[in-house]
């Protein structure tokens, strides 16, 4: 990816952005724009989608468009980057230029949804990485969530919905990011101390949503009762369906499945353009789902109508409460204990007065309930009241939901949360870093209930041995030992069958296994197991109570000796003999995609050696149907067509492919040739300049059946230096069958979903014999980032919908009225060109554009003082638009039609 300075970025960005953007340049503001520090126009929603990349909401349109048509809910959608890391199968731009491209299929896609508004954050989409920690880093987490907080606070939704927050297998971290930040704000935007200088100097309000809500959560049938019977995926969690099959009649009376599809064709440079039709008969479409992450206001348990998670925000709940009232529960914690008491704080306010208001307590049979619920007279001051629960000894461990109803008079809705009751002492399958980083927000952000979703696994080598530790805790207020078992599967054996603990009361503890693999004839990867998965059991045995039994799962990654090789191979494209004297590695293995129809289809082989200076790699592949052939001047993106990629983590720890090494390589580009680049790792871009040294060959069949690449890549040009005894190598082959810059299967080496962002689940190789090269690091230094993110001051489409709503770009802050421009006057047009002046109260720089669904030319221009300065710009038809970025900080936004 390309590193220029900023102001060669944004030049090279719009110069060539000159594909047409859709949509007409109609201005619903006064001339000039609103000034600088106006309050918003009509910025106020109702939802608020909260999502990472152009595309993120696609699948949540259906019920976004449903919740606008039927509950005439101003929808809008907060997007953190531009996309400018992705694919792009439309043309060859990229960095800004992309990011303008991804920004104007989002607004088309979401039209069609019935949403106008889109604010952008102006952060970089670096690559697809797992890992929210360098997400939260590259994004800088703080100044991020400032950002989201101030939007909150500007747009008042009612309603959050965003994606899942946990670190799922495969889930983007910047997913994963997204999804925290807009928990985090919904906490943080209603919280006086949170970004305080937002209240004082900028004059915003606290506010705070009244729910919400993340994608997912839930499975169900298709028709129109998968509301009804959708099935939590935690029994204990609220969740929601909304189904796609309903008739819209603003879309002639296309499902909404329908309409939908054909936003998500819009993203034409995801490759989506091509995506088929949804089933015509309506009984054979869905439920979106959606889980309850929080609400702080009354609703209807039970409810499915396709409006049910708008009760009580954004319209009135159907038990007659007041909107506007509040209403919810806390618990001391999560985790209760069986014979154990714990409080229950129910939580009461309402705009309008509730006479005699009461909780009632609703707890599974044979709990124990004390308190009186009584509230009395609730207004806007919250009022609490407290119950003590305890559930009787002997209560099988797990979640339940907790449910309270909230009455005065006639009128009533309802409030839940779920608590976890925990056998005396728990045993656990230590955690991946990123789920135990996930598991430590959980609980800082107070959404504890989140916990769990993600399984416990850890990988394990082929034929070797690993450490396996179990979390213990003792739950209760009294000492505890006993016996953790470890049940394994066949073909795995442990060194010890049990292992003793004692824990003082309320005390934490492992106890830890040398867990081997004892048949090396197990199938690894995703053939292994179940979906990959060798289960396992954890028992623990308390002194007293009944025995804690958990689940989780070992993967079995493939492993292999490299020998060094007898005389350095020529990288020529082929295989000559004894150049390669390691195993053939099996490369066929399916982990996204179609599957392969043949081997002819897609299959591959791989073998890799070393000397003393440089690893080896050739991979042959076997292919009935060339993808696109790119432009030589194209060499990035290799998953667009036909390629490989081969990861290598030198010291075989790596949590993310931040501190790794990945190239891709394409067999043939226009000019005949291969090329390669560096994508998603320690320091991406060409290959010449991020990969010294390294050198790669092909050939490529004619008539078409495959093609053979080569690759020498020298130690000197990874991160680190490689332990010998623990490298870790992963090969990908990208198939594509198309002319459409889309790939349609990825086979490899070590296989799952979203492995190709998983160094620990890569295969494991040793080298032996091998010396690193002198002066090399053990510790891998800061990644080069990617830092060309797009920026609102340079779209005018983003500029217009300031202008209209009142609200500032990228979630800044207004110019001071001190430091700020507007458009004066009208326009002028001649020779091709539009002339305006601007008036300034201070300096800046304004960016000014003419856009008539294309940009027809830009100009960037400093002003140094206070005064009236004019501007020549290309472009004689359509919308002027003016964006000034104050020297103090801020931005004002401007536009004014050109005369005809």
């Not at 008739?247 to 329908?258: I, L, M, V």
């Not at 409460?321 to 129910?346: E, H, I, Q, W």
Request: aromatic share 6%.
């Amino acid at each position: 990816m390309r590193r220029l300075a900023l102001p060669a970025v944004l030049s090279a960005a719009l110069a060539a952005l000159s594909v047409a953007f859709a949509g007409p340049p109609a201005l619903a503001a006064p001339p000039g724009g609103a000034p600088s520090g106006a309050p918003p126009g009509d910025g106020r929603l109702d939802v608020l989608f909260v999502g990472a990349h152009p595309d993120d909401e696609a699948g949540a349109l259906s019920t976004l468009g449903q919740w606008n048509e039927f509950g005439k809910a101003k929808v809008g959608v907060l997007t953190v980057t531009r996309g400018e890391g992705g694919g792009n199968a439309a043309g060859t731009e990229e960095g800004p230029a992309l990011g303008l491209l991804r920004e104007n299929e989002e607004r088309r896609a979401v039209g069609k949804a019935g949403v106008t508004d889109i604010s952008y954050l102006d952060k970089v989409d670096f690559y697809y990485t797992v890992s929210t920690p360098l997400t939260a880093e590259t994004w800088d987490h703080d100044k991020t969530l400032e950002k989201v907080v101030r939007l909150v606070r500007e747009t008042r939704p009612k309603v959050i919905v965003t994606m899942v927050p946990a670190p799922l297998p495969g889930q983007h971290g910047n997913h994963q990011m997204a999804a925290r930040l807009a928990t985090e704000a919904y906490f943080a935007a209603a919280d006086a101390k949170a970004y305080p200088a937002q209240l004082g100097k900028e004059r915003l309000q606290t506010w705070a949503p009244g729910r919400l809500f993340q994608t997912g959560g839930a499975s169900g049938p298709t028709g129109s009762a998968c509301a009804a019977q959708g099935t939590p995926a935690e029994p204990a969690s609220t969740t929601y369906g909304v189904w796609g099959g309903r008739a819209s009649a603003r879309n002639g009376g296309k499902t909404w499945a329908q309409v939908e599809r054909e936003a998500q064709r819009t993203y034409v440079s995801q490759g989506w353009g091509g995506f088929p039709d949804v089933p015509s008969d309506p009984a054979q479409i869905g439920c979106d789902y959606y889980r309850q992450i929080h609400s702080r206001v009354p609703y209807t348990l039970g409810n499915t109508d396709p409006a049910a998670m708008l009760e009580g925000a954004v319209l009135p709940g159907k038990g007659g409460l007041p909107l506007g009232a509040r209403f919810s529960l806390t618990t001391d914690s999560l985790g209760v204990t069986a014979g154990a008491p714990f409080k229950v704080t129910a939580h009461a306010g309402s705009p309008k007065r509730l006479k005699a208001a009461k909780a009632a307590l609703s707890v599974p049979a044979g709990w124990n309930v004390t308190g009186s619920g009584d509230l009395g007279n609730v207004g806007s001051k919250e009022r609490t009241a407290t119950f003590t629960v305890t559930p009787p000894a002997g209560t099988k461990a797990g979640r339940v939901r907790l449910a309270a109803t909230l009455t005065s008079g006639k009128a009533k809705g309802q409030a839940a949360t779920p608590v976890e009751v925990r056998p005396a002492v728990t045993g656990v399958l230590e955690p991946l870093p990123r789920v135990s980083d996930f598991d430590s927000w959980a609980d800082e952000t107070g959404v504890p209930a989140l916990k769990g979703q993600v399984k416990r696994v850890l990988t394990l080598a082929s034929g070797s041995s690993r450490k396996v530790r179990v979390d213990l805790a003792n739950t209760t207020s009294s000492a505890q030992s006993g016996t953790v078992k470890l049940g394994l599967p066949d073909g795995f054996s442990a060194d010890a069958a049990s292992k003793p603990y004692t824990l003082e009361a309320g005390a934490t503890g492992s106890a830890t296994f040398t867990v081997a693999n004892t048949d090396a004839s197990l199938p690894t990867s995703n053939e292994g197991g179940t979906d990959g998965d060798y289960g396992l059991t954890i028992t623990t045995t308390p002194s007293s109570g009944e025995a804690d039994v958990q689940k989780g799962a070992l993967e079995l990654v493939p492993a292999a000796e490299l020998p060094k090789a007898t005389t350095t191979p020529t990288v020529d494209g082929k295989e000559s003999p004894g150049e390669y004297p390691g195993p053939e590695l099996n490369l066929s293995r399916v982990w996204e995609g179609s599957a392969c129809e043949s081997a002819a289809d897609c299959s591959a082989t791989g073998k890799v050696t070393w000397t003393d200076d440089a690893l080896h790699l050739l991979v042959k592949v076997r292919d009935d149907k060339q993808g696109t052939v790119l432009g030589a001047d194209d060499c990035k993106r290799h998953w667009r067509t036909d390629s490989v990629e081969i990861g290598i983590d030198p010291r075989g720890d790596s949590e993310n492919t931040s501190t790794t090494f990945k190239t891709g390589i394409f067999p043939k580009m226009s000019d005949g040739k291969p090329c390669f680049e560096r994508d998603a790792d320690a320091h991406q871009g060409p290959g010449e300049e991020t990969a010294p040294g390294m050198k790669v060959a092909s050939a490529v069949a004619d008539p078409y059946d495959g093609y053979v690449i080569e690759a020498e890549i020298p130690f000197k040009a990874l991160p680190t230096a490689v332990d010998p005894q623990r490298m870790g190598l992963n090969m990908f082959v990208y198939d594509s069958d198309t002319q459409d810059k889309t790939g349609q299967t990825r086979i490899g080496w070590s296989t799952w979903g979203g492995v190709q962002g998983d160094p620990y689940r890569w295969g494991l190789v040793s080298l032996p014999g091998h010396t690193p090269p002198s002066g090399m690091p053990t510790t891998p230094p800061p990644p080069v980032m990617p830092t060309d993110a797009t920026q609102s001051v340079n779209s005018p489409e983003s500029i217009i919908q300031s202008v209209r709503t009142g609200i500032p770009l990228a979630a800044g802050p207004a110019a001071p009225r001190s430091d700020t421009a507007r458009i004066i006057g009208e326009p002028k047009v001649a020779g091709g060109s539009a002339t305006v002046r601007l008036r300034a109260t201070g300096p800046g720089t304004a960016h000014v554009h003419v856009w008539d669904g294309k940009l027809l030319g830009t100009k960037d221009v400093e002003i140094k003082r206070a005064g009236v300065t004019t501007v020549t710009v290309p472009g004689a038809a359509g919308t002027l638009t003016m964006a000034f970025e104050a020297a103090k900080g801020g931005t004002a936004s401007g536009a004014v039609p050109l005369p005809r």
